[in-house]
């Protein structure tokens, strides 16, 4: 008789642990938009190697009050030598919620990219199919104190254990055959 009840209680707990640790995660969502194109959306041309290569405005919100500093990174999973970073963005200062279009804040360091500059390097995928563009922004229990010009492996180094909460936004662009 007992065992029948404990075989009958143990799938809704299982639930209940389940929802409880989803929703109690240590590292919290950011939100993060852009006025110039929504998540999942087409990245206009402008914001590419095939415009003026300007990054798009990035917009940060449900940032953690305990947050000391922000950071950024762009990526392509999808490039064909693999990922391929194209802006890395550090030393944000914490009350940073908006990058402006074409700019990064006063303040914060740029590192280098995967076309080996300092700085943005937009969207330039291949002919073919479309690609994604991934906007990871990270808040940080500390100041990143790195260079300009650091790079992507440095960055990652230097968040290691300090991310109180990431978000992403993800763009598409490609071009014709």
């Known amino acids: 008789m007992f065992a029948g ?3 009958r209680l143990r799938l809704p707990w299982t639930i209940i642990m389940l929802w409880v640790a989803m929703h109690t995660s240590a590292s919290a969502g950011l939100t993060v938009v852009s006025q110039d194109f929504p998540d999942h959306g087409a990245i206009p041309q402008k914001f590419t190697c095939d415009g003026e290569n300007l990054p798009p405005q990035i917009s940060i919100a449900d940032v953690p009050s305990k947050t000391l500093g922000l950071a950024l990174i762009m990526e392509d999973p999808d490039a064909p030598g693999g990922t391929f970073t194209h802006w890395i963005v550090f030393h944000l200062p914490a009350q940073v ?7 990064a804040p006063q303040g914060a360091r740029q590192g280098r990219n995967d076309f080996d500059k300092t700085g943005y390097g937009g969207p330039c995928p291949p002919p073919g199919r479309a690609h994604h563009y991934l906007f990871h922004v990270y808040a940080l229990d500390r100041q990143i104190e790195l260079p300009d010009g650091a790079t992507r492996k440095d960055l990652e180094q230097a968040m290691k254990g300090q991310v109180l909460a990431e978000g992403s936004l993800t763009g598409l662009y490609g071009r014709r055959q």
């Open 97 to 103: 919620r908006l990058l402006s279009q074409g700019t």
């Open 5 to 7: 009840i404990h075989t």
